[in-house]
């Protein structure tokens, strides 16, 4: 999972400055609830680019995960969730963070989660709720979920294992809020194994519309003793997603 990002602040015209600031996610325990984990996001203080002699200042840390809203418009308080995955890309002419985790929803299900935060402003950045991207089996959030994302031309790419599934993957433009139709698939090597831990080049290269993005994953298999670690492209076409090889 991607943890730490660089992006250069924008002016207020959208245009990249030499200007950076470092963002961070990560989880821990929920102070006064020591059994609920939280996913906290921190930003740095503006630093010079390419400057030698500065170091990184944090601002104060944000909870991101303490409220959450599920398909059916239902909110969702101080639930555990962990294992977050960041990037920060230009929403319109507004920088924006998407942060993706995973949260607990019952003993054998979890639930993925993105919270979409404006991180260009000169205050501190402020809390935004949690939006509901889909179910995924298996109990231990450990082995299964752990999400990860992509910045590519047009959209994000996500990609986090399931139990049951095999490997899911999705894509949906900066705007959007959940994945339309076509824009879910899911896969295994071999119906009989288990897929897991994916993961995903974190920025396609965006000045020149690349609108794909590589996916790697571990893989169990029923025909040798070790695992396996397979590759694939994921591409948008437009109505639907789907994977591929390069020639």
Request: proline share 4%; with cysteine.
């Amino acid at each position: 999972q991607s943890k730490l990002i660089m992006s250069p602040v924008l002016d207020a015209e959208g245009n990249e400055t030499d200007v950076i600031r470092y963002h961070l996610v990560y989880f821990k325990p929920i102070v006064g609830y020591p059994n609920t984990n939280g996913v906290y996001y921190r930003r740095s203080l503006p630093i010079n680019k390419d400057c030698m002699e500065e170091n990184i200042i944090w601002e104060p840390e944000i909870l991101v995960s303490d409220s959450t809203i599920d398909e059916g418009g239902r909110y969702n308080n101080l639930v555990s969730c962990d294992y977050p995955s960041i990037v920060v890309r230009k929403d319109a002419d507004t920088l924006k963070a998407f942060i993706v985790f995973s949260c607990f929803k019952n003993r054998s299900r979890s639930f993925i989660v993105e919270t979409k935060l404006n991180v260009n402003t000169s205050g501190l950045v402020q809390d935004r709720n949690g939006y509901d991207l889909g179910l995924y089996n298996g109990n231990n959030r450990a082995e299964w979920g752990n999400p990860v994302i992509n910045a590519s031309s047009n959209g994000n790419y996500y990609a986090w294992s399931d139990s049951t599934a095999g490997i899911v993957a999705a894509w949906k433009s900066p705007d959007a809020l959940r994945f339309q139709a076509g824009n879910k698939i899911n896969f295994k090597f071999s119906s009989g194994n288990k897929a897991q831990h994916p993961s995903l080049n974190v920025y396609s290269d965006i000045d020149n519309n690349e609108d794909n993005c590589s996916l790697v994953w571990q893989e169990s298999s029923t025909e040798i003793a070790r695992n396996r670690i397979l590759y694939t492209r994921l591409r948008q076409n437009g109505t639907s997603l789907y994977k591929y090889l390069s020639p």
